[in-house]
């Protein structure tokens, strides 16, 4: 998986916060099915983590939906953790963290459900992220959880090596690197879950053009699952041939698409 940077992620985040909720059209979209797949299961949970709460949207759902539920958000961006607050419902029983997701500040068995969306694919390595949300888990406690996967953005990163390739660029390829499918399941287990179950579907956002794309990653605060675009004359001259590729090949008269594979898995923890 792609070495991410902590800080450059927690700082994107955290500046991009107040513009977040206008841009982050799938990842509502996201919370919205995931929300109905929760509500589906029809067991109703009394202490919750929200892990990567960003601005509050699922964390302020579950407790309109549970109002004597006692929740806790927790999300590594300060500026995110503020946006949250401000969301939740002033008489709910809630708090917001600002912590990592990697190292949950809880102890162990505080929760008997542990939910998060589109936030995983940017901790690293999985299986020590997924073994924090088991150990802070109550026994007999569900984890649930929607993350990006492998195909994410996949017209992006093909157009990028693509440029590379043409213009005989030394860079290295330093898109974003989601995981599979197999590969989040087979972490569920190594870190100790049972009855793992991971599926994936997908959503398409269309943008009128490459830069209108890339302007709603920056705008967000996931530039990171972008090329990172180099400096100098040769940067220049990929990032022109890779938006040259991307609506050669992709490109229509409704725009460009992007497209997001959104993996949904959930684990339990042994009673």
């Given amino acids: 998986m792609t070495q991410i940077d902590r800080i450059k992620v927690r700082r994107a985040f955290s500046e991009k916060s107040g513009n977040y909720d206008d841009l982050a059209v799938v990842q509502q979209r996201v919370v919205r099915r995931f929300l109905d797949g929760i509500l589906a299961s029809g067991s109703e949970p009394s202490a919750v983590l929200d892990v990567g709460a960003g601005t509050g949207r699922l964390l302020e759902s579950l407790l309109v939906r549970f109002p004597s539920l006692f929740a806790v958000g927790l999300d590594m961006a300060h500026g995110m953790a503020?946006?949250?607050?401000?969301?939740?419902?002033?008489?709910?029983?809630?708090?917001?963290?600002?912590?990592?997701?990697?190292?949950?500040?809880?102890?162990?068995?505080?929760?008997?459900?542990?939910?998060?969306?589109?936030?995983?694919?940017?901790?690293?390595?999985?299986?020590?992220?997924?073994?924090?949300?088991l150990r802070v888990l109550k026994p007999g406690g569900r984890f649930?959880?929607?993350?990006?996967?492998?195909?994410?953005?996949?017209?992006?990163?093909?157009?990028?090596?693509?440029?590379?390739l043409l213009h005989g660029s030394s860079a290295a390829d330093r898109s974003h690197r989601f995981s599979s499918r197999a590969e989040t399941l087979e972490a569920l287990g190594r870190a100790g879950f049972t009855e793992c179950r991971v599926t994936s579907e997908?959503?398409?956002?269309?943008?009128?053009?490459?830069?209108a794309l890339l302007r709603s990653l920056k705008g967000i605060?996931?530039?990171?699952?972008?090329?990172?675009?180099?400096?100098?004359?040769?940067?220049?001259?990929?990032?022109?041939?890779?938006?040259?590729?991307?609506e050669k090949n992709y490109g229509g008269d409704s725009g460009i698409p992007a497209t997001y594979e959104v993996l949904y898995g959930q684990g339990i923890r042994r009673g």
């Avoid at 939740?88 to 102890?107: I, K, M, N």
């Avoid at 589109?118 to 901790?123: C, D, P, R, V």
């Avoid at 675009?229 to 890779?242: H, I, W």
Wanted: aromatic share 10%; hydrophobic share 40%; glycine share 8%.
């Fill in 221 to 246: 605060g996931a530039g990171n699952a972008a090329p990172v675009q180099g400096k100098g004359l040769g940067g220049r001259t990929v990032t022109a041939a890779m938006i040259d590729q991307y």
């Fill in 82 to 133: 503020r946006s949250a607050a401000r969301r939740l419902p002033a008489e709910s029983d809630a708090a917001l963290v600002c912590a990592d997701g990697e190292h949950l500040p809880f102890r162990d068995c505080s929760f008997d459900t542990v939910v998060s969306t589109s936030t995983y694919q940017w901790l690293n390595p999985l299986d020590s992220a997924f073994a924090e949300a």
């Fill in 202 to 211: 997908t959503e398409v956002e269309r943008h009128r053009d490459v830069p």
């Fill in 144 to 164: 649930c959880f929607a993350m990006f996967g492998e195909s994410t953005l996949f017209e992006l990163k093909a157009s990028y090596r693509q440029a590379l």
